[in-house]
């Protein structure tokens, strides 16, 4: 099955409104054509919404949030609910990013209710797994995925599964120049894509996303890209330089 590309820019804590601006109206045109063959994703930080969202709106490019509550409403300080993102048109939202699971300490059961939480309002879940140098050395590759798609994808239907991307990112690879070759990279991903056919059945498998991040760039989009099991890519560090992110989803189309 034809699987088409979704490439995705997590700018993690960078970019204001006025620099969201900036980027947006030096990184858009073009992107028309280069949205035939990929569909394009930016999340910018929760203050920056409303800005791109102005300046997105009648363009090919979708709106992301980098994380959202598990709850609707009340007393949760410095969350935000999936509804404010609605109000902003946001279509998708990252989820279960490795430094929100390392640094803020989010479980798989929650990353879950996350996930639960954002299908309901109609926001599309980059879920987001990977495993560390340590467990990558100590042969645990295999369990942590495991782990990490079973749980995070508890309960859900194989409808569900048609509105959510995944994104296999080796803990090592991210921000460290360090990318998972090409080899490494498919082999992951045909893994995980097993993990969703014993989960949701092989319809299901053949048609889920499965994007690759860590350290993904213009040099080697294309061939990490080429893989048949390659989706796609989260971006981060890339994807802050407007020229830098176009020429990445430009060679990865070519
Ligand atoms: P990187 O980040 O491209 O800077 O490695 C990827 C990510 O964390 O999503």
């Not at 059961?109 to 100590?138: M, Q, Y």
């Not at 859900?156 to 090409?182: C, K, Q, R, S």
Request: net charge negative; with cysteine; glycine share 8%.
């Amino acid at each position: 099955m034809a699987r088409k590309l979704i490439i995705a820019a997590n700018w993690k804590m960078n970019k204001g409104p006025a620099e969201t601006a900036e980027f947006i109206g030096s990184f858009l045109p073009g992107t028309e054509e280069l949205s035939q063959k990929c569909d394009i994703v930016i999340a910018p930080p929760h203050v920056s919404i409303p800005a791109a969202s102005s300046l997105l709106a009648d363009s090919v490019v979708a709106l992301s949030a980098q994380n959202v509550s598990d709850q609707d409403e009340g007393a949760f300080t410095g969350e935000v609910a999936t509804c404010m993102l609605n109000e902003l048109g946001v279509q998708y939202v990252i989820l279960g990013h490795s430094e929100r699971r390392s640094i803020y300490g989010e479980s798989d059961e929650f990353i879950n209710a996350k996930v639960h939480k954002s299908l309901t309002a109609d926001l599309r879940p980059i879920f987001c797994i990977g495993e560390t140098l340590e467990e990558r050395e100590g042969g645990k590759l295999e369990e942590v995925l495991r782990r990490q798609v079973s749980g995070g994808l508890a309960n859900l239907t194989a409808e569900n599964m048609a509105d959510v991307v995944v994104a296999y990112e080796p803990v090592w690879a991210i921000g460290t120049g360090v990318t998972a070759t090409p080899d490494q990279a498919q082999e992951a991903h045909a893994f995980v894509r097993s993990l969703l056919q014993e989960q949701f059945g092989s319809e299901v498998a053949a048609a889920t996303r499965i994007q690759y991040g860590g350290s993904v760039k213009p040099g080697n989009s294309a061939e990490l890209m080429n893989r048949e099991d390659i989706d796609g890519a989260l971006v981060g560090g890339a994807s802050l330089e407007a020229a830098s992110f176009h020429e990445l989803i430009a060679n990865a189309v070519a």
